[in-house]
C-alpha cells in the first residue's frame, strides 16, 4: 500500500498513538519512521506521567491522557507497566513553597486536585523523604510508565487495527500536488490527502520546508538508574525550584531500580541523530537527588542514557492544523514533557483529523503563534 | 553447613572476627570480604527478583553479583574489598527505607 | 584543567599497561597509569594480598620467571609514573578520563590514551548456573591464586578452552579431587588446528601435558559434550550433562567453575567512540585498530586482550608496540627494527590464537536450545524465553531493542556476562547471522558508580 487517508511522519509517541486512534476512527493510515518506533524520545525519556507543574492550558490535554493511560489495557492490550503511584513535587525553600501553593489552587480549576502536605503529615506518609522538604505537592493520580515499551505498544496495537508501519523510511522530501501529499522516503513514495507531521525534535526542519520556521533547539536531559532495592518508593517525585541544577527527580520502578534525570542538559544532534549524555552533569545531580531522598545515597548508579527532545522557545509544542497548507497538521516539539502526553495527542490529533474539531482545547499550541515573529 | 570456599594454602595468617547477619565468624587477615564469607557460609545475598541466593560468580569485580549490605547502610562488592576485623554485613534484608 | 603527568594515560596495569607504560617511560615520559585495582599485575599475574607467603613458582607455575620479571618492572615503575591504584575509570567525555577512587571523583585530561582493560570470561548460560558454588572459571583460579582457597573439594570443570584444562590441573595440584573436565569442544578440532597451534611449541605442549597429567590422576575428561543443567536447592549438588554419544550423566559436585574462553572488557574503548568489527573467527565484535593498536579514535590506543584475546605475551609485546605508536604519532622518534620485531612476534601469536578459536569455539550451538526458563542475564533475571519473546513478538532484531525491550543487560554489570551469549540466543531465535545481532551498546558508567561520590578535595 503505497496511499492512504493519512500518512504520518515520525513513528515515536505522538505518530503511533496518532496511527492507532485514527485507525479507530476508521480512517487508512501510513506511517513513516525513520530509524525503529520509538527508539527516540519516546523510548529514552524518565518515563513521567506527570500532570501537575504544567504549562495550565496544557491540562485538558493531559486529563485526556491520563484517561488513556489508566486504560490502556483496555484500549491498547497492553499496559507499558504503567502505575497510577501518585507524583510529588517537594519545595525546600519558602518561595518555592508559595509556588505549589498557588499553582495547587489554580490547577484545581483545570480539573486537577492536588494534595499539600507539611510538617508531620508529610513525615508519615512519606518517611523516606529529606526532614528539610518543606512541602510536597501530591498529585494522587498520576505516576510513570516504561518509555521503552509505550511507543512500540502503540504501533502493535496501530499494526493490529490495520495501520500501515514502516521502519528505516526516512522521508527525504515531500511536495504538494493538486489533492495529495506525495511523500519521498529512502523506501519509494507514498501519497495521501490528509499528512501529520510528528517527528519529534526533527519536526522544525520539516515545518521550514513548508514555510513555517518555528524556533525550536534539540537538547537532551540527562538519565541515569540505579541498582534495584526492594520496592518502597511508590511516588515519582521531583524537586519544584527554578534554579535548573536543583531540578532532579526520581522514581522506583516496581522491579526496584530507582531511574533518576533533571539538572542541566548536554547537547543533541539533529544530524547524527544521537544525544551524548555528559557524564559530569550525573555527578552534578547527585548532591540533589541525595537531598531529595537521603536514602538513595547508599546506592550506586548502574547505567546513565540521553534522548534527542526538541525544546520550542516558549516551552510548549506545536499541535495542530498548519497556518498556509491545507490538509497538513503538526505534533512536535514536545519539550521534555511530551510522554504523559502521548496518548491524548494521539486521541486529540485523530479527532481533529477526522473531524475537524479537536474536542478539548489546543489553540495554544497552534504554529501560527511564531508567524507574527518568535515570542520576546 | 559448610561454606563454599575451602582453605588449601595460607592457612597461617593471623585470625579476624566480623559479624555476618548476627553471627561472628572468623576470617584470616587478607581474606576479601567475599572469601571471608563463603569459607563461613554459602550466601552472599538473595537475587532481587526472587530467583534465589547468590553468592557471587566472577571473583574479579566483573559481574557485580556479590555486592553486600553492611548494618550502618553501605555496600559492598565483596570479591574486591578486604575484610577488615569488626565488619557488620548483611546477606539478608536491607537497611533500606 | 591542566593535562598532567605529559598527558598521556594508560588503563589498566596488566602486561600490557605496564609495559606500555615502561615504553614511555624509556622515552623520557610521565604517564598517569591507572588501575581498578589495589595492586598492578593485572589477571594471569594477579598478585596475591600483603601478608601471603607462596612464591611465584608456587602461584604461576611455568610462568612464574615472567611473572617475577613483570612485577619487578611494575615495581621500578612507581616512582616514574603518576601511579593510580584503586582507581576505576567510568565514564570518558571530551579528552578526559573521569576517575573514581573509593569515593572521590576526578577528571584526568589526555592528549593520548592507551586502554590496556583486559578480558574477562565468556559465558553460555545454563539452567542452574546462578546457583551458589558456580563461579567462573577465571574466578575458581582467582580463588585459588589470590585467596589460597577451592570452590570446591569436589569441583567439575566445565567450557572450552586452554584454562580449562589449567584450572582443573591447578586445582589437581592443590590436592582436590576434581570429579570431571567436560569440555563442549570435539577433540577432532584440536587435529584439524595444530597447524596453527604449532605456532607456539611451547604452549601447545604445556596444553597437552596438564591434559595427560590430569588423565593420569584419573580425572574424567569428556569432550563434544552439552551441558544441561546445575542441580541443586541453596547451593551446587550436581552438573548434568550429555555426552558425544547422546547418553546423559549426572556429576555430583560441590562446585563448578564454568567459562568458554574470554572475552576483551571493551567498554571504554566504546565510550571513547572507538569503530568496532565483527570478528568472524572469535565470534565477538571487537574495536578496530591497526596492527600497531591504534583506535579508530586519533590518540586512543589499544593493546592487551582488551584488544583482541592473544593472551599474555602477546599483551606484552602489544603495550609496547602500541605505546610505540603513541610516541611516534606525537612526534618522537621511535626506531622502525624495534617496531617491526614486535609486529612479527605478535604475528606468530596472532596465528596461535587463530588455531585456539579453531580449536575451542565458543558453544554458539547451545544457544538455541537453552530451555525458556533459563537465566540469561543473572543480574536482571531475565530469561531465555523473555528475551525470545523480544526478538520474536516485539520484533527486535539486534541486541540493544532487545534489551531495551527485555531488560536484558541492563543489570548491575552491564551485559558483561550475558552479552554475547544473549546476541547468540537472539540471533538463533531470529535465524540470523550472530554479527546481524550487533552488540550491546556500552554506557557509563562502565561498572556501578556509588550516588556517595563526591569531588576529590
Ligand atoms: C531523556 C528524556 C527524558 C524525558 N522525560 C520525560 C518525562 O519524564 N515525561 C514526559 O512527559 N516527557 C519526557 N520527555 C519528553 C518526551 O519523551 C517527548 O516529548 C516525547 O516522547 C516526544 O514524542 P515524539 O513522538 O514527538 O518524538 P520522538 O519520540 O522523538 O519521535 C519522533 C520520531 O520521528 C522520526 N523522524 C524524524 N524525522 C524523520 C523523517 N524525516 N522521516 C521519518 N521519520 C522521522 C524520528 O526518527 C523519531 O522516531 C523526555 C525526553 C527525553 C529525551
Ligand atoms: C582469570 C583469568 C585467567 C587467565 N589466565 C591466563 C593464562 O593462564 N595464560 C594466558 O596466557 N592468559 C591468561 N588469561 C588471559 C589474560 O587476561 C591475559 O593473557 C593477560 O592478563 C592480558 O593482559 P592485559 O594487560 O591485556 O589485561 P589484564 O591482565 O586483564 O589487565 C587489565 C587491567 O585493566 C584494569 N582495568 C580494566 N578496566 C578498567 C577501568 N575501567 N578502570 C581502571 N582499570 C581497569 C583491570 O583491573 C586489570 O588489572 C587469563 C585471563 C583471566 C581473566
Known amino acids: 500500500m503505497t496511499q492512504a487517508d493519512v500518512i504520518i511522519v515520525g513513528g515515536g509517541l505522538m505518530g503511533t498513538a496518532s496511527a492507532f486512534f485514527l485507525r479507530q476512527r476508521g480512517l487508512s493510515v501510513i506511517l513513516l519512521e525513520r530509524d525503529l518506533v520509538g527508539s527516540h524520545a519516546s523510548g529514552t525519556n524518565f518515563g513521567n506521567v506527570r500532570r501537575q507543574g504544567r504549562f495550565l492550558p496544557q491540562l485538558p490535554l493531559a486529563n485526556r491522557s491520563r484517561a488513556i493511560w489508566g486504560d490502556l489495557p483496555g484500549i491498547i492490550g497492553e499496559d507499558s507497566e504503567f502505575l497510577p503511584s501518585g507524583h510529588l513535587r517537594i519545595a525546600f525553600r519558602e518561595e518555592d513553597e508559595a509556588r505549589l501553593v498557588a499553582h495547587a489552587a489554580a490547577a484545581r480549576e483545570w480539573g486537577l486536585d492536588l494534595d499539600l502536605i507539611t510538617g508531620n503529615a508529610l513525615r508519615d506518609r512519606f518517611p523516606y523523604l529529606s526532614p528539610s522538604a518543606r512541602m510536597a505537592s501530591h498529585s494522587p493520580l498520576d505516576g510513570h510508565a516504561n518509555p521503552r515499551l509505550a511507543a512500540p505498544a502503540f504501533a502493535r496495537a496501530a499494526r493490529r487495527a490495520g495501520a500501515v508501519l514502516h521502519e528505516g ?6 511536495v504538494k500536488s493538486a489533492e495529495d501529499f506525495v511523500v519521498e522516503t529512502a523506501i519509494g513514495a507514498f501519497r495521501a490527502p490528509l499528512l501529520q507531521i510528528s517527528a519529534g525534535a526533527w519536526g522544525g526542519r520539516i515545518a521550514a520546508a513548508f514555510g513555517e520556521p518555528v524556533p525550536i533547539t534539540p537538547a537532551a536531559p540527562q538519565m541515569g538508574v540505579t541498582e534495584p532495592m526492594p520496592y518502597r518508593i511508590a511516588p515519582v517525585m521531583g524537586i519544584a525550584t527554578t534554579v535548573k541544577e536543583e531540578g532532579v527527580y526520581l522514581r522506583q520502578v516496581k522491579r526496584g531500580n530507582i531511574v533518576f534525570g533533571g539538572g542541566a542538559r548536554s547537547e543533541a544532534s539533529l544530524d547524527t541523530r544521537r544525544a551524548r549524555l555528559d557524564p559530569l552533569n550525573t555527578l552534578a545531580q547527585l548532591p540533589h537527588l541525595a537531598r531529595l531522598l537521603p536514602p538513595i545515597r547508599a546506592l550506586s548508579i548502574i547505567r546513565t542514557w540521553s534522548g534527542v527532545e526538541g525544546y520550542m522557545a516558549d516551552d510548549i509544542p506545536v499541535m495542530g492544523p498548519s497556518g498556509k497548507v491545507t490538509g497538513l497538521f503538526y505534533a512536535f516539539g514536545f519539550c521534555g514533557h511530551g510522554f504523559q502526553l502521548g496518548p491524548g495527542v494521539g486521541a486529540t490529533m485523530a479527532e481533529l483529523i477526522a473531524t475537524g474539531h479537536a474536542g478539548i482545547p489546543i489553540e495554544p499550541f497552534h504554529i501560527s503563534r511564531f508567524a507574527q515573529g518568535p515570542p520576546g | 553447613m559448610t561454606g563454599l570456599l575451602h582453605r588449601v594454602a595460607e592457612a597461617d595468617r593471623p585470625p579476624i572476627r566480623l559479624s555476618v547477619d548476627g553471627r561472628e565468624i572468623t576470617a584470616l587477615a587478607g581474606d576479601t570480604l567475599l572469601t571471608a564469607l563463603l569459607v563461613a557460609g554459602a550466601r552472599l545475598r538473595d537475587s532481587e527478583f526472587g530467583d534465589g541466593t547468590r553468592a557471587g560468580f566472577c571473583l574479579m569485580g566483573a559481574c557485580q553479583d556479590c555486592w553486600v549490605w553492611t548494618e550502618a547502610g553501605a555496600r559492598l562488592r565483596a570479591c574486591s574489598t578486604p575484610a577488615e576485623p569488626g565488619m557488620r554485613i548483611l546477606t539478608g534484608a536491607a537497611p533500606w527505607p | 584543567m591542566a593535562v598532567t603527568g605529559d598527558g598521556v594515560i594508560v588503563v589498566g596495569a596488566g602486561p ?340 585456539l578459536e579453531r580449536a575451542f569455539p565458543y558453544p554458539a550451538h547451545l544457544a538455541a536450545d537453552l530451555p525458556d526458563e533459563t537465566l540469561v542475564c543473572r543480574c536482571e533475571a531475565i530469561t531465555a524465553g523473555a528475551l525470545r519473546q523480544a526478538g520474536g513478538e516485539y520484533g527486535a532484531a539486534e541486541v540493544n531493542r532487545a534489551k531495551a525491550f527485555s531488560r536484558t543487560g541492563m543489570g548491575r554489570c552491564q551485559g558483561r556476562m550475558c552479552g554475547p551469549a544473549a546476541a547468540e540466543v537472539l540471533a538463533a531465535a531470529r535465524g540470523i547471522p550472530m554479527a546481524q545481532a550487533g552488540r550491546l551498546r556500552g554506557a557509563a558508567p562502565v561498572k556501578p558508580l556509588p550516588l556517595a561520590t563526591e569531588a576529590a578535595p
Open chain 1, 169 to 174: 523510511a526516512a522521508v527525504l522530501g515531500i
Open chain 3, 16 to 355: 600490557a599497561g605496564i609495559r606500555a607504560a615502561e615504553r614511555l617511560v624509556a622515552a623520557g615520559i610521565r604517564p598517569t597509569v591507572v588501575e581498578e585495582s589495589a595492586r598492578d599485575g593485572g589477571q594471569i599475574y594477579r598478585r596475591q594480598p600483603e601478608g601471603f607467603r607462596r612464591p611465584p613458582e608456587a602461584l604461576y607455575g611455568a610462568d612464574s620467571a615472567k611473572a617475577r620479571a613483570l612485577h619487578e618492572a611494575a615495581q621500578a615503575l612507581h616512582p616514574r609514573v603518576d601511579w593510580r591504584p584503586g582507581t576505576l575509570v567510568w565514564a570518558i567525555r571530551d579528552g578526559t578520563l573521569l576517575v573514581n577512587r573509593a569515593g572521590q571523583h576526578e577528571a584526568l585530561p589526555f592528549r593520548h590514551l592507551i586502554l590496556a582493560t583486559g578480558a574477562t570470561d565468556r559465558i553460555m548460560p545454563l539452567p542452574g548456573w546462578t546457583l551458589p558454588g558456580v563461579t567462573s572459571l577465571g574466578g575458581a583460579q582467582i580463588a585459588l591464586k589470590a585467596q589460597g582457597c577451592v570452590i570446591g573439594r569436589e569441583p567439575v570443570f566445565l567450557g572450552t578452552g586452554p584454562l580449562l584444562y589449567l584450572v582443573a590441573w591447578q586445582y589437581l595440584k592443590a590436592g582436590v579431587a576434581v570429579r570431571g573436565v567436560l569440555d563442549t569442544s570435539a577433540f577432532a578440532k584440536r587435529v584439524l588446528a595444530a597447524p596453527w597451534l604449532a605456532a607456539r611449541p611451547g604452549l601447545l605442549a604445556r596444553g597437552l601435558a596438564y591434559t595427560a597429567a590430569l588423565r593420569r590422576a584419573g580425572v574424567r575428561i569428556a569432550t563434544n559434550i552439552t551441558p544441561l543443567e546445575v542441580e541443586g536447592e541453596d547451593r551446587v549438588a550436581a552438573l548434568r550433562w550429555r555426552d558425544a554419544a547422546g547418553v546423559e550423566h549426572r556429576a555430583a559436585c560441590d562446585g563448578i567453575g564454568m567459562g568458554y574462553g574470554l572475552r576483551p572488557e571493551t567498554q571504554l574503548a566504546d565510550l571513547a567512540g572507538c569503530a568496532f568489527a565483527f570478528d568472524g573467527g572469535a565470534r565477538l565484535w571487537l574495536p578496530v585498530t591497526d596492527g600497531d593498536g591504534r583506535s579508530s579514535v586519533p590518540c586512543v590506543y589499544l593493546a592487551g586482550d582488551g584488544a583482541q584475546i592473544r593472551g599474555a605475551d602477546a599483551a606484552e609485546l602489544a603495550g609496547r608496540l602500541a605505546a610505540c605508536a603513541a610516541l611516534r604519532d606525537s612526534g618522537r622518534a621511535v626506531d622502525e627494527l624495534e617496531m617491526a620485531t614486535l609486529r612479527r612476534r605478535l604475528a606468530g601469536m596472532t596465528r596461535f590464537r587463530r588455531g
